[in-house]
């Protein structure tokens, strides 16, 4: 049976999804779609795959599930969940300047700033706060690490464990333009100390107070961005004396302003773009 699925390729700093109205269209197996359409030769090309669906309880607006291009479920993506913002927004689905979206690490809170031509230019996500001991993400006596190294596969980084939702292993270098980021990044990935894998971030201060980072996200490998990376790496600079409450954190894609607040919650913003609407025929 043939099935004609609207989808839009959307990016937040280069972090760049295959968006899909799930209330519209039924995926049988998102997995196996991230894993066809997120290949970059033979499909769309992308980061991974966003559903997206009206919200089934009260205390959210919409839902989202996202896949990373391996076909493995995500919790959250600070990247994704901007341009999840602007899908709704744009499209009329909400006519509210603040969203709230259920994903699988909890309800974050969008305030979207509209360009002059009234769409969505980019938004702030309220992410919550950071965990820095989450025993079922790190096997360490305390379910925390904080400057001490990992091993694995003959590669070895100190680093500092933070969660903001999902897994991160931000360790600090002097210049993270000579880090092997796809070799290092796949070995600390997979070290035995991240049960569930850990999104690896390689980090450096820059002379005028700039963070630059380069990531290793697991399920998706080298991407140009990371929202919650960017959060964990912000998180970081400051737990360790390297930065204060106000960061910007440059990527390959782009950069995001990151704001950590009296109340202890983590505020990312950055840009969301559409890049292009197309229809898959899928069998």
């Known amino acids: ?7 839009t390729k959307m990016h ?5 999804y295959i968006y899909i109205d799930a209330s519209r269209f039924h995926i049988d197996d998102p997995e196996a779609l991230a894993r066809k359409l997120s290949d970059r030769h033979k499909g769309i090309g992308g980061d991974g795959l966003i559903l997206i669906s009206p919200s089934e309880t009260s205390d959210a607006d919409f839902s989202m599930r996202m896949f990373n291009n391996d076909g493995s479920e995500g919790r959250m993506c600070g990247n994704g969940v901007r341009c999840v913002a602007k ?3 744009d499209r009329g689905m909400t006519k509210e300047t603040t969203v709230r979206l259920k994903t699988l690490s909890g309800i974050k809170v969008l305030h979207l700033h509209l360009g002059e031509d009234g769409l969505v230019e980019s938004v702030t996500v309220d992410m919550g706060e950071a965990e820095f001991s989450v ?3 790190i096997s360490t006596p305390d379910g925390s690490l904080r400057e001490s190294d990992v091993q694995h596969w003959g590669i070895c980084r100190r680093g500092t464990f933070v969660s ?3 897994p991160h292993f931000v360790c600090f270098v002097q210049d993270v333009e000579l880090i092997d980021v796809e070799h290092e990044g796949y070995a600390l990935e ?13 980090v450096s201060v820059n002379p005028d107070g700039t963070i630059r980072m380069r990531v290793w996200e697991r399920g998706s490998g080298i991407t140009l961005a990371c929202g919650t990376g960017a959060c964990a790496a912000a998180v970081a600079a400051k737990l360790t004396g390297r930065a204060g409450d106000k960061q910007e954190i440059v990527m390959d894609g782009g950069t995001l302003q990151v704001e950590l607040r009296d109340n202890g919650h983590v505020y990312l913003t950055g840009p969301a773009v559409t890049v292009f609407d197309g229809t898959l025929l899928l069998r």
């Open 190 to 202: 997979t070290a035995p100390i991240f049960p569930e894998r850990c999104n690896i971030e390689f």
């Open 135 to 137: 025993p079922s993400l």
């Open 1 to 7: 049976m043939l099935q004609n699925i609207e989808f």
């Open 164 to 166: 903001m939702g999902n």
């Open 12 to 16: 937040g700093a280069g972090n760049d």
């Open 87 to 89: 899908y709704v927004y």
